[in-house]
């Protein structure tokens, strides 16, 4: 009797161990981990959210607009995040200057519950297009998630380092990082024009 009770209450220890292990490698593997940032319930909070990062930059921004993305809008969605479409978030605003001469873009994303934030970023690193201005090019990418927030912003290089610096300042805690730099493309010699006489 003493034998089984010892064998079923190391069982029951194996188990309990057994179980803490797959709980804690399912919230390692969600991406979505510890982050000092607010809790986010609208876009109204990503935009405050934003501005406390602005307030921790000290180099000089350009002039920029902050608005919501359209996450029906499929279009819209490759644009500013580089994503196929927005079924994996749920609020995403994005920040660039309103004249569109200037390469500057900042997304903000909260994935939706059970979403890996950090494949998110991944994700959107690769697939947004820093030349989509088409006359300027973003020379600098960096890409993260905190928790659930995903943030991206591509811009020169010294502006770009300035704000994300000050939003892994205001996170605390980071996913993996993401890092792409962007060189100038000379024009194919059938797009290169003589100068008239």
Known sequence: ????????????????????????????????????????????????????????????LYSVQTISIDLTD??????????????????????????????????????KSGVNANEVAKAMSEGVNPRKWICVTAKKLYATNSGDIVFLIMTNEEMSKGVYESFKALAGTIGEEYERTTEDEELPPDMSFPLPL
Request: aromatic fraction near 6%; avoid cysteine; charge should be negative.
């Open 1 to 60: 009797m003493e034998k089984k009770t010892k064998i079923i209450i190391a069982i029951a220890v194996v188990a309990i161990i057994a179980v803490a292990i797959i709980i804690f490698a399912v919230s390692s593997n969600s991406g979505n981990g510890k982050t000092n940032l607010a809790q986010v319930n609208s876009e109204e909070d990503l935009s405050n959210l934003l501005d406390k990062v602005y307030e921790g930059v000290s180099t000089e």
């Open 74 to 111: 499929e279009t819209s969605v490759k644009s500013y995040t580089g994503l196929e479409n927005g079924q994996d978030l749920e609020y995403a605003i994005v920040s660039e200057p309103m004249i569109n001469a200037q390469p500057y873009s900042l997304v903000m994303a909260k994935v």
